[in-house]
Each structure stands twice: as C-alpha cells, then as structure tokens.
C-alpha cells in the first residue's frame, strides 16, 4: 500500500524534472551540460531504490499491542513515536478501506478519543483481522458495540 503511495508521488517529481529539463533546452543553444533526461534517468533510479526499500521499513517499524489497559502503538524510522492510549478513553473505532487497501486486502483501524491528537491509526491490518480486533478494543473499553 505505501509502496504505491510513494510510487505515485516519485512519478509526479519524475515528470516534472523531465519537463523542466526539456523546457529548458527547447529553444535556442542547449543550456544544458548533460542530455535532457538525463538528470531524469538519474532520479528516477534513486527514486526506485528509495519507493522499493523505505515503505518496507516504515511498515517493519509500525508496532501495535493490546496490553491489559491500554492500546500501545510505535512508529517512525527517524523520529521514534510510541504512543499509549487507555482503553476508556476510546470514544470511537473505524475500520477504514481506501481502493488501493480493498485490493490488497487490507484495512485500517482508526481509533477515536476525546483529543483529536490522541486518534491512532492502525494500518496495513488484513481485513479478516479488523473486525477482531476492533472488536477486542471495544470489549476492552467496556462499551462493546455501543461505542
């Protein structure tokens, strides 16, 4: 899923550095020291490396547990997030499916409280678990289905 995500926007920075560069040496003299595409060539081989390996990292640095009383997430390869919320402070749980996530069969949780800046999200989850495990987090909020 985040592989195509990164995909996408490597093409839109590819294509505009391969317009750039043919704009640049339409008219006139070439003002360019190298072949147009060139720099595009060069790019889209970094960006091919980079939309390969680091979606794989930052899903391989995502962890989520259900401890005894709270939902406990970490994340992130630079800046390292780990985040604890209390079960009864859950207000609110989603099961999220964008196109791309339907066709790779899979979900996000999305988990809502009180504070707009304690909503976690929960991704890259099949979708035969989400329901499970949303329904854990319910049981364990003490709300079940009423949430």
Request: charged residues 20%; hydrophobic residues 50%; aromatic residues 6%.
């Amino acid at each position: 899923m985040w592989t195509v995500g990164w995909g996408l926007v490597a093409l839109i920075f590819l294509a505009g550095t391969l317009l750039t560069e043919v704009l640049i040496s339409l008219p006139g003299p070439p003002r360019l020291p190298w072949p147009v595409g060139a720099a595009s060539g060069v790019l889209a081989a970094a960006a091919a490396a980079l939309v390969w390996k680091l979606p794989r990292l930052a899903f391989g640095a995502w962890r989520y547990e259900l401890t005894d009383s709270t939902l406990e997430l970490r994340r992130g390869l630079v800046v390292r997030t780990h985040s604890a919320i209390p079960y009864f402070r859950v207000q609110h749980i989603d099961i999220t499916r964008s196109p791309v996530e339907r066709a790779l069969g899979l979900s996000q949780l999305v988990v809502r409280t009180a504070a707009a800046t304690t909503d976690a999200r929960i991704p890259g989850i099949a979708a035969a678990d989400a329901e499970g495990l949303r329904d854990v987090v319910l049981a364990r909020s003490g709300r079940g289905d009423a949430v």
